[in-house]
């Protein structure tokens, strides 16, 4: 591809131009093949014998009846969140409240469960921190608990072993008084297990534990140290914001991995009435690489993630926070503009102003930004703090981490106890775990996959799934939860909770009790069990006690002197900043199709990661997508493809970590770049003085990047590109043109009265079903996509099949960028079968499989398709899917628990898409009949999509009812259908983006 060719302009020169890619931007021939052709190439072909997706399929079958085996219910009694066991209908769904935890983070769930296996994830919605929604990551975790390849064994030196060995191996241990014993656990969020640690490290009064994660939360907590001299926790209110600052934060994406955040900003971004026009936040965000904090933001500065502390300097001397410091202007043009009108929108919002970091940021930038907060007044308003506890003998992050492994490697180790996680695999390379790991005498490692770290202990001990057993979590504000199981261990895991009570020696051992006798005892004798089951049907612990607010106040004169005492940032040479996977995190999710299939929001890649760098670096290096590179710096090497980011800061690469596991299940092993081969614990998030230099090599054939980014391509340049030239697909609108005009969203596109050549139905009657969704409060999060997957049973297809474009997924995520390649914002359309009213599908049919129901679907008869694909030509937006292959025939039997019943499983040669999740309308149809009420009502059908999403942009609804959610949004001014002058009257219809851009820096 030539950069040369750049164009940036809508045809008619008159609006901004969306673009997917580079390629679309230039319009190159490969580009304009693409979309020509839906399928490019080979499209019968069959796979050939290596692909990925046939590995999958040919998983052992032997799996499938180790999980048969564990569909028996626990012998301790869980509860359902609505009724009772003795009420148990077989086939009927149940839904039981746990709770999940992620690098410290706890989401609050309830899984529904079909005939004693789980099958889906949603948020539970008396849980705080989700409110009824979950992450993608969450969703996905049910794959996780049916992946054929987990641990299934003890291991003793890589042999077979047991887990009465293990018991009778942990008698002989004399620990004494704990000098020689060391836990390394992952951050632990769990009461119960927390106080299982104190009484474990009182009675081995010189034994330490430390706790490590890839994505390390340890910054926060240190530059609130500095700040404010004691450990407190921040509470950020985004929905308290009107204006905020992110300085490296993607508080919508990574940084936070419950749905609370996107939640809170979201409700500023939701407009149905004039006062919510003025309501309405404003986001800036500074950072290196594109997230999808920078995607949603009203105006984004890119800087590497090294300059960001300089900017936080000159930030908090303009805001007047740092008396005595100028502002050093060392950025150019863009960057000052840019810092004085935040300054003076912080400034104007006072308290209502929010400036957030990220834990990828250095403790001096934390502290930096509660000072600026302090200084604007919103300490207290945007942002509370509560007391965090502290243990002497608990050390987290790589730095605890590097000093374990000093005492490992002299020898002061005697007994190494891993709770979770895969430190042979995660630790920076500085740190050498592997080979520290080979000089402890007694090495135990707890873990869900037989991995990196399994094969260098000398125990490994399978670890339950959070959804197979007992446990407990509370986030940092006190809210507590109880994780119960929903199904017995299928592979024998344990807990880390029961290993550590093996090795402490305690009476109670077992993870039910540790967790119920934690609770109980602090509740009345008399209520003890009446308490316990209503916490379990809640999901939150009533009676756990709120983290103390404490009130702060930041030394600014301290803060000035570490500022002062700062190294120089590294100049010179290219930056490498590590951020985790939002598919695979850390590498945990590595052997998860579901999320090595799902697109990242921004690069758009599937099944790998790239070293993303920007359209100026590629330039300067002659590189182009595909490149296989080599960046090195301080004796540490890495060779990995490169892909060409927009919007990406100047020599900066950024490299997802997660990829390129060596021993995981079939699925992931060998899959990407494994990152951590250059990460040390000095450059643990951003690393200096990279060479970066092409090897002449380029990925070729199936090794190629596999991005769906131009997959479906309508609008400009797309496929119909003669009707569509110019057409606004997407709409957005700056939220002072809409006041001076609500009409301008419609009037972006004149659509022209439209007679059909056909018999015109009136959908007047009964129940006329209809979607909208808000693109102003989409965050683009994926999590609707995975959610689609998991309950209507979309088959992965494999890299080889997302190469030819044949991705399942029935919601598809278009990501466009807008204005210049070095300089564009980006926008985020979810696209799933707009149901139109006058299908362009269902015409073409020559079996009639795609028929018009009476309430306004779009059917698909899967046992009367053909295959002749006729439909999907005909659908202007690209949104059906055919099943080239079997794509379920060979899975294992194990990951057919992970089904939903109610749905039908596709064959090959048949046409697949959304249905608006039927199999939900017709239960509540029959309840509703069961009940014996004649109506259904607003809001009791909840599609999959909707019902996951935590921007709350999706609402699904009677279309006939004028009252209902949906009519109410589809009455708005800025609603749309997508390509209205067709004809077709798609039923899903848009909310156009409201954006509400700084008149100072321009729309
Ligand atoms: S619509 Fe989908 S992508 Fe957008 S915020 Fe909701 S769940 Fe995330």
Same mark, same amino acid.
């Given at each position: 591809m030539s950069l040369i060719s750049i164009k940036t302009k809508a045809p008619d020169g008159t609006g901004p131009q969306y673009w997917r890619s580079l390629n679309q931007l230039s319009d190159t021939p490969e580009f304009r093949q693409w979309v020509e052709r839906?399928?490019?190439?080979?499209?019968t072909e069959l796979l050939d014998g290596n692909s990925r997706r046939t590995v999958l399929k040919m998983m052992a079958a032997s799996f499938g009846l180790a999980g048969l085996a564990a569909c028996s219910r626990p012998v301790e009694h869980i509860f359902p969140n609505s009724r009772g066991v003795e009420n148990y209908i077989p086939g009927q769904s149940y839904f039981y409240t746990t709770v999940m935890t992620l690098a410290g983070q706890v989401s609050g769930l309830l899984v529904e469960t079909h005939d004693g296996r789980p099958t889906k994830i949603e948020g539970n919605p008396d849980h705080p921190s989700s409110r009824g929604a979950a992450t993608a990551l969450a969703q996905a975790s049910i794959l996780n608990l049916y992946d054929?390849?987990?641990?299934a064994r003890v291991l003793q030196g890589g042999m077979d072993s047991s887990w009465e060995q293990f018991e009778a191996f942990i008698k002989t241990l004399?620990?004494?008084?704990?000098?020689?014993l060391r836990f390394l656990s992952q951050s632990v969020a769990s009461p119960s297990l927390l106080a299982l640690r104190a009484d474990t490290l009182k009675k081995f009064p010189k034994a330490k534990w430390v706790e490590f994660e890839?994505?390390?939360?340890?910054a926060g907590p240190a530059g609130a140290m500095l700040a404010f001299g004691q450990a407190v926790t921040p509470q950020t209110?985004?929905?308290?914001?009107k204006v905020i600052l992110g300085l490296d934060s993607d508080f919508l994406g990574l940084?936070?991995?419950?749905?609370l955040p996107t939640k809170q900003y979201a409700s500023r971004r939701r407009v149905a009435s004039e006062e919510d026009l003025e309501k309405i936040n404003r986001l800036y965000s500074v950072e290196s690489q594109f997230s999808l904090t920078g995607l949603n933001a009203d105006h984004r500065l890119r800087l590497k993630g090294s300059e960001i502390k300089q900017f936080a300097v000159d930030l908090a001397a303009a805001l007047g926070?740092?008396?005595?410091?100028?502002?050093?202007?060392?950025?150019?043009g863009r960057r000052e503009q840019f810092l004085a009108a935040v300054v003076k929108d912080l400034k104007a919002a006072g308290p209502d102003a929010l400036v957030i970091t990220s834990p990828r940021q250095p403790p001096i930038v934390h502290a930096l930004a509660f000072l600026m907060n302090q200084s604007l007044g919103s300490l207290g308003n945007t942002i509370e703090f509560t007391k965090s506890a502290t243990e002497d003998r608990v050390d987290a992050g790589p730095d605890a981490l590097k000093a374990l492994a000093a005492e490992m490697t002299a020898g002061q180790v005697s007994t190494l106890v891993m709770l979770g996680g895969n430190p042979v695999f995660t630790?920076?390379?500085?740190?050498?775990f592997g080979s520290a790991l080979s000089k402890v005498a007694n090495s135990i490692h707890l873990g869900q996959d037989d991995d990196e770290t399994a094969a260098s202990v000398k125990w490994h001990l399978p670890e339950a799934h959070y959804l197979e057993s007992w446990g407990d979590a509370a986030t940092a504000s006190g809210v507590a939860a109880i994780q119960q199981?929903?199904?017995?261990p299928i592979f024998g895991g344990r807990t880390s909770a029961e290993i550590v009570a093996l090795v402490s020696g305690s009476a109670v051992t077992k993870a039910h009790d540790i967790v119920k006798n934690y609770w109980t005892a602090q509740w009345p004798a008399a209520s003890r069990e009446i308490t316990w089951k209503k916490t379990l049907n809640d999901g939150?612990?009533?009676s756990a006690k709120p983290a103390d607010t404490v009130k702060v106040t930041a030394d600014a004169k301290k803060i000035a002197a570490a500022v002062a005492a700062e190294p120089k940032a590294a100049s010179g040479g290219i930056e490498v900043a590590f951020v985790p996977s939002a598919q695979m995190w850390d590498g945990?999710?590595?052997?998860?199709p579901w999320m090595q299939e799902a697109?990242?929001?921004?690069?758009?890649?599937?099944?790998g990661n790239a070293a993303l760098i920007s359209p100026a670096t590629a330039a300067a290096k002659s590189l182009q997508d595909g490149d296989i590179v080599t960046l090195q710096g301080g004796g540490l090497k890495l060779e990995i493809a490169v892909m060409i980011q927009p919007g990406q800061a100047d020599d900066c690469v950024t490299v997802t970590l997660?990829?390129? *596991? /060596?021993?995981? =299940?079939?699925?992931?092993?060998?899959v990407g770049y494994n990152?951590?081969?250059? *990460? /040390?614990?000095? =450059?643990?998030?951003y690393g200096s003085g990279f060479e970066l230099a092409s090897t002449g090599n380029r990925l070729s054939g199936s090794?190629?990047?596999?991005?769906?980014?131009?997959?479906g391509t309508i609008g400009d340049?797309?496929?119909n590109a003669e009707h569509l030239q110019?057409?606004?697909v997407f709409r957005e609108v700056t939220i002072e043109d809409y006041k001076k005009n609500p009409k301008v969203v419609e009037e972006m596109q004149e659509v022209p009265a439209l007679h059909s050549v056909y018999h015109e139905f009136t959908y007047d009657q009964g129940y006329q079903w209809g979607m909208s969704i808000d693109l102003g409060s989409c965050?683009?999060?994926?999590a609707c996509v995975v959610a689609c997957q998991s309950e209507n049973n979309i088959p992965v297809v494999g890299k080889d099949q997302v190469l030819r474009g044949?991705?399942?997924?029935?919601?598809r995520m278009d990501r466009y960028y807008v204005g210049s390649q070095d300089e564009p914002r980006a926008v985020q359309q979810p696209l799933p079968c707009?149901?139109?009213?006058?299908?362009?599908c269902e015409n073409v049919c020559p079996v009639a499989a795609t028929t018009h129901s009476p309430e306004g679907l779009n059917d698909m008869v899967y046992n009367r398709?053909?295959?002749?694909r006729y439909c999907a030509n005909n659908?202007?937006?690209?949104v059906r899917h055919f099943n080239?292959?079997?794509?379920?025939?060979?899975?294992?039997?194990?990951?057919?628990?992970?089904?939903?019943?109610?749905v039908t499983v596709r064959m090959r040669g048949v046409m697949e898409k959304c249905t608006y999740c039927v199999q939900r309308i017709q239960e509540a149809r029959i309840t509703s009949k069961g009940e014996g009420r004649r109506e259904i009502k607003d809001g009791e059908i909840v599609t999959a999509c909707q019902q996951t999403c935590p921007a709350d942009a999706i609402v699904f609804g009677n279309?006939?009812?004028?009252?209902?959610r949906v009519s109410k949004l589809k009455q708005q001014e800025r609603n749309y259908a997508m390509l209205a002058e067709l004809d077709v009257r798609p039923r899903t219809t848009y909310l156009a983006r409201l954006r509400n851009p700084n008149p100072e820096l321009g729309a």
């Open positions: 839906e399928f490019p190439a080979n499209a054929p390849d987990r641990s004399q620990l004494g008084d704990g000098s020689g890839s994505f390390q939360r340890t209110k985004f929905d308290k914001a940084d936070w991995q419950t749905p926070a740092l008396p005595g410091l100028n502002v050093v202007g060392n950025g150019g630790a920076p390379a500085d740190v050498q199981p929903l199904i017995a939150v612990v009533a945990r999710y590595a052997n998860n697109p990242d929001p921004l690069t758009k890649l599937t099944w997660g990829y390129g *596991r /060596t021993r995981c =299940g079939r699925v992931g092993k060998g990152a951590n081969l250059i *990460r /040390t614990t000095g =450059g643990f998030w090794d190629r990047l596999s991005t769906t980014q131009e997959h340049n797309g496929v110019g057409r606004p965050t683009g999060c994926n044949r991705e399942m997924h029935w919601i707009m149901q139109c009213e006058n299908a362009p398709c053909v295959g002749t659908c202007p937006f690209k080239f292959l079997n794509f379920h025939k060979n899975d294992p039997e194990i990951l057919s628990m992970a089904q939903n019943p109610d279309i006939n009812d004028p009252n209902s």
